[in-house]
T-cell receptor
Framework: GENVEQHPSTLSVQEGDSAVIKCTYSDSASNYFPWYKQELGKRPQLIIDIRSNVGEKKDQRIAVTLNKTAKHFSLHITETQPEDSAVYFCAARETGTASKLTFGTGTRLQVTL | DGGITQSPKYLFRKEGQNVTLSCEQNLNHDAMYWYRQDPGQGLRLIYYSQIVNDFQKGDIAEGYSVSREKKESFPLTVTSAQKNPTAFYLC?????????????FGPGTRLLVL
């Protein structure tokens, strides 16, 4: 099955700086890669996703890049704000099993003033 | 994701007891999922169902059981065979059709062992 690795496990940045979280996946046929944000005690919320036919996608301060050859994808948050503090999870969709996602272990992002 | 509800918010289980977690969705989604989340870890898939009356084991199905008798409902039973059930349980659903893979999560149930 699919295996997703996520780094770093914790990340501290100053307000206004950029944050980058990286994930690698093992199944070269995986074709859908969502990112979720989870605040303490809350449900994960989808913040951005990308499909394998696209190399980059941007939504305001958030962007995701995908390198299919290297089998890795990254989340970029620019101009970070305190409300960006949360745990972020990447995931990859396995082929052959409709919508089954494999998640990374999460990155705890802390934005300091 | 406001169309997915889970109950109860907190659940306490005694040794040797089976408990059932409820998950309901009114999004008309075909697919539903159960995940377990432990502190500092990602989401691990317990069971998933792509259609009514059908479900498959995920990565950590031992000690759990599910049913999918209605499209809207996907209850999870934590049996006495699950020796370490303390965790945050999240239910999710997705349209399950073609390229609509986005999963939407419920608010979760925190299960604690007395």
């Amino acid at each position: 099955g699919e295996n997703v690795e996520q780094h770093p496990s914790t990340l501290s940045v100053q307000e206004g700086d950029s944050a980058v979280i990286k994930c690698t996946y093992s199944d070269s046929a995986s074709n859908y890669f969502p990112w979720y944000k989870q605040e303490l005690g809350k449900r994960p919320q989808l913040i951005i996703d990308i499909r394998s036919n696209v190399g980059e996608k941007k939504d305001q301060r958030i962007a995701v890049t995908l390198n299919k050859t290297a089998k890795h994808f990254s989340l970029h948050i620019t101009e970070t704000q305190p409300e960006d503090s949360a745990v972020y999870f990447c995931a990859a969709r396995e082929t052959g099993t409709a919508s089954k996602l494999t998640f990374g272990t999460g990155t705890r992002l802390q934005v300091t003033l | 994701d406001g169309g997915i509800t889970q109950s109860p918010k907190y659940l306490f289980r005694k040794e040797g007891q089976n408990v059932t977690l409820s998950c309901e969705q009114n999004l008309n989604h075909d697919a539903m999922y159960w995940y377990r989340q432990d502190p500092g870890q990602g989401l691990r898939l317990i069971y998933y169902s792509q259609i009514v009356n059908d479900f498959q084991k995920g990565d950590i199905a031992e000690g759990y059981s599910v049913s999918r008798e209605k499209k809207e409902s996907f209850p999870l039973t934590v049996t006495s065979a699950q020796k370490n059930p303390t965790a945050f349980y999240l239910c999710a659903s997705s349209p399950g059709q073609g390229s609509q893979e986005t999963q939407y999560f419920g608010p979760g149930t925190r299960l604690l062992v007395l």
